[in-house]
């Protein structure tokens, strides 16, 4: 509050704070979900990914032996998810971006302004002794300073 006191105007009551308003003012939660909806494009190749990065770091490839335990069934499942894994992300990978674009766009369209009236008594420190016993306060110190 005293950093917003010393930036607006100087007004008889206070300050006056003058904020802009956005079509989309909070646009990190539309970040998120465009981001994640776009990145399962990626999600077959991340196996790949993988055993690629352990070859770089170990010098030996995964899946150059042959496992005795594995499957002509598991082999079946396992492309089976992968195409549909790849599918999805295909389908996702669009509206993902047009939801990253949107937010984008919605945050830097400015639809009005706000302004908000500071006293210089909102900006003052609470006094701690009001809300707690002299008791509850010590216990409170001895607390913090133990950590």
Do not use: C
Request: glycine letters at 8%; hydrophobic letters at 35%.
């Amino acid at each position: 509050m005293v950093i917003l006191y010393n930036k607006g105007r100087t007004h008889e009551n206070g300050r006056i704070i003058v904020e802009d308003l956005n079509l989309i003012n909070n646009v990190k939660y539309w970040y998120y979900v465009g981001g994640a909806l776009s990145a399962l494009i990626i999600g077959p190749y991340l196996p790949d990914l993988l055993s690629f990065l352990n070859f770089l770091f170990n010098g030996e490839m995964e899946g150059e032996e042959d496992d005795p335990f594995s499957s002509v069934e598991d082999e079946k499942y396992e492309d089976e998810l992968n195409k549909r894994i790849t599918d999805l992300g295909k389908k996702t990978f669009l509206p993902g971006l047009a939801i990253i674009s949107i937010g984008y766009i919605g945050n830097n369209i400015k639809i009005g302004q706000k302004e908000t009236l500071i006293k210089k008594s909102d900006t003052s420190y609470p006094i701690i002794s009001k809300y707690f016993s002299p008791d509850e306060l010590e216990e409170a110190i001895r607390i913090y300073n133990s950590l």
